[in-house]
């Protein structure tokens, strides 16, 4: 059975951090593309080899990172902004299939 199940989302204020976590279960973890999206915005994205890459308006200020031992994705979310705010989704990707977590909300407020 697949799983992806998020954690860490919440109600952050302005210049803050949150760790988001992403444990997957039922998938080839360590060869899957896994990305972070904001709704239905690619926030980041890390492939199997460790290379990341962000979307202009979080780079610098949020790192992804994988754990193949652990079959975890995190995203750390540092310097946090209102428009941060939203439902975090974990995503999956080989060439055969795409899963998702069911989200993790974000709130960025003073």
């Known amino acids: 059975q697949v799983q992806l199940v998020e954690s860490g989302g919440g109600l952050v204020q302005p210049g803050g951090s949150l760790r988001l976590s992403c444990a997957a279960s039922g998938i080839a973890f360590s060869i899957a593309t896994l990305n972070w999206y904001r709704h239905n915005e690619l926030v980041a994205t890390i492939t199997s080899d460790g290379?990341?890459n962000y979307a202009d308006a979080v780079k610098g200020r949020f790192t992804i990172s994988r754990d193949n031992a652990e079959n975890t994705v995190y995203l750390q979310m540092n310097s946090l902004k209102p428009e941060d705010t939203g439902v975090y989704y974990c995503?999956?990707?080989?060439?055969?299939?795409?899963?998702w977590g069911q989200g993790t909300r974000v709130t960025v407020s003073s």
């Open positions: 290379v990341a």
């Open positions: 995503n999956s990707y080989t060439w055969q299939n795409s899963y």
